[in-house]
């Protein structure tokens, strides 16, 4: 059986993923020596097993990459927008990742969700003084901010997206 290395992947949402190994139960010499090969190096996969694809991405969860892209998408929703300001090298930001894409499912067409990397838009994240990560603003429909959120609280933003999506 041959095998390939396979470096960790972390898809959009921020959550990593983990390489997965074939089906196919090896002989016991190939486990044999498929485990002595694997210490200390990545996990291996066989050639013939292709890797997870990612989870087509939510048409509703949009990551943003200019202060321009931002000012388009919040002005021109027609629905309220909560943004997402996070880091990929954040434990918390992967740790509420999953949530907010789960959200961004649940409530689309009711609410708009952005996501913003500090790391890479930083004129947004001084504009609006991101202090902390992950940070959450809350825009009504008519591009105001109503609300901040700073941590990885799901529960909280799960209810303040609710409160987000109610027609006024």
């Not at 992947?9 to 983990?18: D, E, L, T, V």
């Not at 139960?25 to 990545?42: F, I, K, L, M, T």
């Not at 997870?52 to 949009?62: D, E, G, V």
């Not at 409530?107 to 952005?114: H, R």
Request: with cysteine; charged share 20%.
């Amino acid at each position: 059986m041959k095998v390939q290395a396979v470096n960790s992947m972390i898809p959009a949402n921020g959550k990593p993923m983990m390489p997965i190994q074939g089906n196919a139960a090896p002989s016991q010499q190939e486990s044999a020596n498929a485990s002595s090969s694997r210490a200390g190096q990545r996990r291996l996969r066989s050639e013939s097993q292709p890797l997870l694809k990612l989870a087509a991405a939510s048409s509703n969860l949009i990551e943003i990459h200019s202060k321009a892209e931002f000012e388009k998408e919040l002005k021109n929703s027609p629905v309220p927008v909560v943004v997402d300001f996070y880091a990929a090298w954040c434990p918390p930001c992967k740790a509420i990742a999953p949530v907010y894409e789960g959200l961004s499912k649940t409530y689309d067409g009711q609410v708009k969700f952005l996501k913003v990397n500090i790391d890479t838009v930083k004129d947004l994240a001084n504009e609006y003084k991101i202090q902390s990560i992950p940070t959450f603003l809350f825009f009504n429909q008519d591009s105001s901010l109503s609300e901040r959120m700073s941590g990885a609280n799901a529960a909280l933003l799960k209810q303040k997206i609710e409160t987000l999506a109610k027609p006024k």
